[in-house]
């Protein structure tokens, strides 16, 4: 059953992850940014999009790779 739950967490990981290619805001000076670059052209600061939240999905997409070789391997 949780591995039910993992395999959909993966796939809303991969979604984010397509959506997140974009634009965002600067986490230090807040101006639009494209959400890929490694450092921020206004301000100068490192990896300025990284959040609390991508590290998450990271997390979550790990969790989905284990689960899918679970069920691949069961
Ligand atoms: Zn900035």
Sequence with gaps: MH???LT????ESIFSFLKGLN????RNCKRE???NVK???Y?????PTIKIKDV???IAVVLGFMSFYML???
Excluded: D, M
Excluded at 8 to 11: E, N
Excluded at 23 to 26: L, P, Q, Y
Excluded at 43 to 47: Q, V, Y
């Design 3 to 5: 591995i039910v739950i």
């Design 8 to 11: 959909s967490a993966y796939k």
């Design 23 to 26: 634009i965002e805001n600067c």
């Design 33 to 35: 940014i494209e959400a």
């Design 39 to 41: 450092k921020c052209p």
């Design 43 to 47: 301000c100068g600061i490192l990896n």
């Design 56 to 58: 998450w999905i990271g």
């Design 72 to 74: 691949f391997f069961k």
